[in-house]
């Protein structure tokens, strides 16, 4: 019963995914722009390669049956097999996934990975849903897909509310669909899977690392170290939990967070294990903790810190909120938490924006090393998995920061302009087929 469209939707069903789609199309451009990109490679690099849009029923607790939405968009794989998440979210729809497909590409180019760019997701709220229903969406989904993914073509990953155990069902979905010959073969057609069922050691930790490893390096560069440096983080699901770890392992001070539910500040400092544990206990909910004071949700940017870290969801920072950031920097931990008008005022007031492309992707670098761990049938150790991301990400980081002060434009740009001269090298050495 599922219907797959590869025609790219004419709808745009709300100003929130409008605004992302406008925001990576002006980022590209003014890349394109700087770097003189070929006519002929912008052309292409403009749109998606697929747009997999599923419809497909799954019988709820209660015998009723649901239809569901799923989305697949595949933007592009000059460099190799599409990479990114599934996420389940009230707002996914094409346009969304079309537009965090298109970061992912710039992103996996970036971070020098033999990867392209692919996103999607259901459009649910996963909290209406009992574990067994997110299951049987989860594997009905995996079915409707059939081969529009795999371990050579296209690998999801975990993103916003998906987690080890969605892709564990994943995974042990597609190789049940396999020929009993290759289902041991074809393990890693996703990523992010428990460590007990092929995942890495470390890579539930990949992406905030990668997040608190660009700050690290930032400040570096600027002649100081994080101790005595105060943050606030919007969203503490993993990535803002581990980023706020390890800042606060090097001598950092959370001073508010911000979650779906409500806010909290303390500016003497917030225990980050102690609100982890707290909301674990809350359902992932961080109102009423103890040892913060609640705080208004407009007034949550406005906080006195010198770290700002938005790694819930996209658009988060516009013009009606920009010009009242404390911060000093802006660590984007989500994908395109700052629209183009929001960037404009950071960038006019001096703030430096460490972008989603540059200061995320240790997530999809951990995805890469559990995809050759798998490939390879080897297993490695967390330290070992550490040091790889450590010197991964400041390969990246130094190359945008050097090509930034050399070319005297702001990191984004720099971070897109070298992406996307890696891509447009491949269609050049290799030629438009036929």
């Known amino acids: 019963m599922a219907i797959i469209t590869v025609t790219p939707s004419k709808s745009v069903k709300n100003v929130l995914v409008k605004g992302m789609m406008d925001n990576v199309m002006e980022q590209f451009n003014n890349a394109a722009d700087h770097i003189n990109l070929h006519p002929n490679i912008r052309k292409i690099l403009s749109i998606t390669n697929n747009e997999i849009i599923v419809h497909f029923p799954v019988k709820m607790d209660n015998g009723e049956v649901e239809i569901f939405t799923g989305y697949r968009v595949q933007h592009n794989n000059a460099l190799g097999p599409y990479k990114g998440g599934l996420r389940y979210h009230p707002t996914v729809d094409i346009d969304a996934a079309r537009a965090l497909a298109m970061w992912m590409t710039w992103k996996t180019s970036l971070a020098g990975l033999p990867y392209g760019g692919g996103k999607g997701g259901i459009q649910l709220d996963p909290s209406k849903y009992s574990e067994g229903e997110l299951e049987r969406i989860t594997r009905r989904f995996t079915f409707a897909l059939a081969d529009n993914i795999g371990p050579e073509h296209d690998i999801p990953a975990p993103d916003v509310n998906t987690n080890s155990q969605t892709m564990a069902w994943i995974a042990d979905t597609y190789m049940s669909t396999r020929p009993p010959a290759e289902r041991t073969a074809n393990q890693h057609v996703v990523t992010g899977k428990p460590e007990g069922s092929g995942g890495l050691e470390g890579r539930d930790r990949a992406t905030g690392y990668g997040v608190f490893l660009n700050i690290k390096f930032w400040i570096e560069n600027k002649n100081e170290t994080l101790q005595g440096k105060k943050f606030i983080v919007q969203g503490f699901g993993n990535v803002g939990y581990w980023a706020a770890h390890f800042l606060e392992e090097q001598g950092a001070k959370l001073v508010a967070v911000q979650?779906?539910?409500?806010?909290?500040?303390?500016?003497?400092?917030?225990?980050?294990?102690?609100?982890?544990?707290?909301?674990?206990?809350?359902?992932?909910?961080?109102?009423?903790?103890?040892?913060?004071?609640?705080?208004?949700?407009?007034?949550?940017?406005?906080?006195?810190?010198?770290?700002?870290?938005?790694?819930?969801?996209?658009?988060?920072?516009?013009?009606?909120?920009?010009?009242?950031?404390?911060?000093?920097?802006?660590?984007?931990?989500?994908?395109?938490?700052?629209?183009?008008?929001?960037?404009?005022?950071?960038?006019?007031?001096?703030?430096?924006?460490?972008?989603?492309?540059?200061?995320?992707?240790?997530?999809?670098?951990?995805?890469?090393?559990?995809?050759?761990?798998?490939?390879?049938?080897?297993?490695?150790?967390?330290?070992?998995?550490?040091?790889?991301?450590?010197?991964?990400?400041?390969?990246?980081?130094?190359?945008?920061y050097e090509y930034s002060e050399t070319e005297g434009i702001g990191l984004r740009t720099a971070a897109y302009c070298i992406a996307i001269k890696r891509i447009e090298k491949a269609y050049v050495q290799r030629g438009i087929f036929p």
């Open 259 to 400: 979650d779906a539910f409500g806010s909290l500040e303390n500016q003497n400092g917030i225990k980050v294990e102690d609100l982890f544990n707290y909301s674990k206990a809350k359902k992932g909910s961080i109102v009423d903790f103890p040892e913060a004071s609640p705080l208004d949700t407009e007034s949550f940017f406005t906080t006195e810190c010198d770290i700002c870290i938005p790694a819930a969801l996209g658009n988060q920072i516009t013009k009606e909120n920009a010009s009242t950031i404390k911060a000093k920097l802006i660590a984007e931990g989500a994908n395109g938490p700052t629209n183009v008008e929001g960037e404009k005022i950071l960038l006019e007031r001096g703030i430096t924006i460490i972008p989603d492309i540059l200061c995320n992707s240790g997530g999809v670098v951990g995805s890469y090393f559990e995809w050759l761990q798998n490939r390879n049938g080897e297993m490695w150790q967390l330290d070992e998995v550490i040091t790889k991301l450590d010197k991964k990400m400041r390969e990246s980081f130094n190359k945008v």
